[in-house]
Nanobody, 119 residues
Framework: QVQLVESGGGLVQPGGSLRLSCAASGRVISTNAMGWYRQAPGKQRELVASITSRSSTDYADSVKGRFTISRDNAKNAVYLQMNSLKPEDTAVYYC?????????????WGQGTQVTVSS
């Protein structure tokens, strides 16, 4: 069984930084596109950043220049470095990954990690 396990959320003051991590565990053969999404209370889930298997990246306009997505293919992991955090970045952050397991490609989601930006 494949799982995406996230870590790194928490409470931080405006202007601070956090680093989120997400790793695929289980019978994983490979991963392709990976990404981070977030969902604030009363809002729809939105894409924050994505990265292809060749490390081509894309960002939501609201986080460009502040967030950096990266990956470690050997560990089947994806990271999100978040700098200059703002209160409007407060949300539950989810990672998503395309995973090859048992000969089948499927999309998996992490369980979510809370990020709260507040003074």
């Amino acid at each position: 069984q494949v799982q995406l396990v996230e870590s790194g959320g928490g409470l931080v003051q405006p202007g601070g930084s956090l680093r989120l991590s997400c790793a695929a565990s289980g019978r994983v053969i490979s991963t392709n596109a990976m990404g981070w999404y977030r969902q604030a209370p009363g809002k729809q889930r939105e894409l924050v950043a994505s990265i292809t298997s060749r490390s081509s990246t894309d960002y939501a306009d609201s986080v460009k220049g502040r967030f950096t997505i990266s990956r470690d293919n050997a560990k089947n992991a994806v990271y999100l470095q978040m700098n200059s955090l703002k209160p409007e970045d407060t949300a539950v952050y989810y990672c998503k990954a395309g995973v090859l397991a048992r000969g089948v490609w499927s999309d998996y989601w992490g369980q979510g990690t809370q990020v709260t930006v507040s003074s």
